[in-house]
């Protein structure tokens, strides 16, 4: 039974692109690690916990904020990110 009820996919691909996925790096000696606010509730919170920890490590830490969890990060924020750091973070604390 359909009822008229049409289902739509929020990320406007037309068909699934499955992606590999990368590699972890085997240490973030070196490399600058991005830390991702992707604007839910206590995200900020649980980031500041991780800058903290990796500082303490010496690992270099940059931050990052969406302007609304309601929709992806803009591309120039994404683009901003993939130039600036190595490794990403994304803070969700559902």
Same mark, same amino acid.
């Given at each position: 039974m359909n009822d008229?009820?049409?289902l739509l996919d929020p990320t406007a691909e037309t068909t699934s692109v499955r992606r590999e996925?990368? /590699?972890p790096p085997? /240490?973030?000696e070196g490399m600058t690690l991005g830390l991702l606010d992707i604007g839910k509730?206590?995200? &900020? /919170?649980?980031? &500041?916990r991780l800058e903290s920890h990796f500082a303490s490590r010496g690992v270099a830490v940059r931050r990052?904020?969406?302007p609304t969890n309601t929709r992806t990060a803009p591309v120039d924020l994404s683009q901003t990110i993939a130039?600036?750091?190595d490794v990403v973070v994304d803070a969700l604390s559902d």
């Open positions: 008229g009820i049409q996925r990368r /590699t085997p /240490t973030l509730a206590r995200g &900020d /919170t649980f980031l &500041d990052y904020a969406k130039e600036e750091v």
